[in-house]
């Protein structure tokens, strides 16, 4: 891929994600940062950054009084020299994000640091180079559609490890959702997803359900507008209806969008939920570039769910079924074994179930 930001001499790189929904999307940043940075970081750069991060909380934090109190805590942390020997820049972006996120318990603030220089929204060309870097990362991930499977007994299975962005995925998950339609139910895998487009959590809603429905509410501070989210009358692939029953996988890893959607079928009583209890980040926003090396990931909006008229945030999604992450998808077989069983006339299938239990 041509992209003169990237160094391609570098050894290894790592790739950190910062998700955010915002204005009805989801934003996906990617940075890439080398082993050994060749930034460096002195005590103006700390100064520099701690002020940028003080100022974006201040004018456009989605709780303006939590703000005020978040900036107050990192301000005094300064003052008593907390930082003064943090040398190594990718230490300070992850020493200020667990501040952060231990004052505001907002798990969706974040710094980040990139050794490539960040551009800015003017530079055209610099932003074109970022956003196609970004999306060859996501295609590398095929936009976050893992693993697609007819399971024994005729159960589908879908593993999202992101809500990649809707332009791309919308075929992608039309042609999934079309093997799978003639499935008898289907389990839905978001254990370690990451988040995404909220456009994405919409589209999928809406193959699992028949008619247009209110999903969700972004409340944001700018202007206290309300953004609703609906889902679709139309969708590409075969619509799976609200006839056969679905399965959401979550743990701990489950984050933002992957809860969004675990969120909203639950409310909505189209979905059961095994797992773990969800990571618990529910408020949305940006990125704000606070110079030329470090990001912050700005909440701006919170989600509220029409039914609840309250969210995930800081609680999770408590799953229907409680087992440890590693064997929710054990236990959706069983649970929906044993619904066929307590149904089924045949005795030989009958007993072949029972057998499949035993093995699970």
């Given at each position: 891929?041509?992209?003169?930001?990237?160094?391609?001499?570098?050894?290894t790189k790592?790739?950190?994600?910062?998700?955010?929904?915002?204005?009805?999307?989801l934003?996906?940043?990617?940075?890439?940062?080398?082993?050994?940075p060749t930034?460096?970081?002195?005590?103006?750069?700390?100064?520099?950054?701690?002020?940028?991060?003080?100022?974006?909380?201040?004018?456009?934090?989605?709780?303006?009084?939590?703000?005020?109190?978040?900036?107050?805590k990192?301000?005094?942390?300064?003052?008593?020299?907390?930082?003064?020997?943090?040398?190594?820049?990718?230490?300070?972006?992850?020493?200020?994000t667990?501040?952060?996120?231990?004052?505001?318990?907002?798990?969706?603030?974040?710094?980040?640091?990139?050794?490539?220089?960040?551009?800015?929204?003017?530079?055209?060309k610099?932003?074109?180079a970022?956003?196609?870097?970004?999306?060859?990362?996501?295609?590398?991930?095929?936009f976050?559609?893992?693993?697609?499977?007819?399971?024994?007994?005729?159960?589908?299975?879908?593993?999202?490890?992101?809500?990649?962005?809707?332009?791309?995925?919308?075929?992608?998950?039309a042609?999934?959702?079309?093997?799978?339609?003639?499935?008898?139910?289907?389990?839905?895998?978001?254990?370690?997803?990451?988040?995404?487009?909220e456009?994405?959590?919409?589209?999928?809603?809406?193959?699992?359900?028949?008619?247009?429905?209110?999903?969700?509410?972004?409340?944001?501070?700018?202007?206290?507008?309300?953004?609703?989210?609906?889902?679709?009358?139309?969708?590409?692939?075969?619509?799976?209806?609200?006839?056969?029953?679905?399965?959401?996988l979550?743990?701990?890893?489950?984050?933002?969008?992957?809860?969004?959607?675990?969120?909203?079928?639950?409310?909505?009583?189209?979905?059961?939920?095994?797992?773990?209890?969800?990571?618990?980040?529910?408020n949305?926003?940006?990125?704000?570039?606070?110079?030329?090396?470090?990001?912050?990931?700005?909440?701006?909006?919170?989600?509220?769910?029409?039914?609840?008229?309250?969210?995930?945030?800081?609680?999770?999604?408590?799953?229907?079924?409680?087992?440890?992450g590693?064997?929710?998808?054990?236990?959706?077989?069983?649970?929906?074994?044993t619904?066929?069983?307590?149904?089924?006339?045949?005795p030989r299938?009958?007993?072949r179930?029972k057998?499949?239990?035993?093995?699970?």
């Amino acid at each position: 891929m041509k992209n003169s930001m990237i160094n391609k001499t570098r050894q290894t790189k790592s790739i950190s994600s910062i998700i955010a929904i915002a204005c009805g999307s989801l934003l996906l940043a990617f940075t890439t940062m080398a082993n050994e940075p060749t930034y460096t970081l002195d005590k103006n750069s700390r100064m520099q950054v701690i002020t940028s991060i003080i100022n974006g909380l201040e004018q456009g934090y989605v709780f303006p009084i939590k703000a005020v109190k978040v900036a107050e805590k990192l301000r005094s942390r300064q003052q008593q020299n907390e930082y003064q020997d943090i040398d190594d820049a990718n230490e300070f972006a992850k020493t200020l994000t667990e501040h952060l996120q231990l004052a505001a318990g907002d798990k969706h603030l974040q710094v980040e640091f990139s050794d490539e220089i960040i551009p800015v929204s003017s530079d055209p060309k610099a932003q074109e180079a970022r956003a196609a870097f970004e999306m060859e990362m996501w295609r590398a991930h095929n936009f976050g559609i893992e693993k697609i499977e007819r399971i024994k007994f005729n159960m589908g299975y879908l593993k999202l490890t992101a809500f990649g962005p809707v332009k791309e995925v919308g075929p992608l998950l039309a042609s999934a959702m079309n093997l799978l339609n003639n499935t008898d139910s289907l389990i839905i895998d978001l254990r370690g997803n990451f988040g995404g487009n909220e456009q994405t959590v919409q589209l999928l809603a809406s193959y699992l359900l028949n008619q247009r429905t209110h999903l969700l509410d972004m409340v944001k501070r700018e202007g206290n507008r309300i953004d609703q989210h609906w889902s679709s009358d139309y969708v590409e692939g075969q619509r799976f209806g609200e006839e056969k029953d679905v399965y959401i996988l979550i743990d701990k890893n489950s984050f933002s969008a992957a809860e969004d959607f675990s969120y909203t079928m639950k409310n909505l009583n189209r979905a059961t939920l095994i797992g773990e209890i969800s990571a618990g980040a529910a408020n949305s926003g940006d990125t704000v570039r606070l110079n030329e090396h470090f990001n912050l990931f700005l909440p701006t909006a919170r989600g509220i769910s029409p039914i609840t008229q309250t969210n995930w945030e800081g609680t999770g999604v408590t799953p229907d079924i409680k087992v440890l992450g590693e064997d929710a998808l054990k236990k959706a077989q069983v649970v929906i074994l044993t619904k066929l069983i307590a149904s089924e006339q045949d005795p030989r299938r009958i007993e072949r179930m029972k057998a499949r239990i035993a093995e699970l």
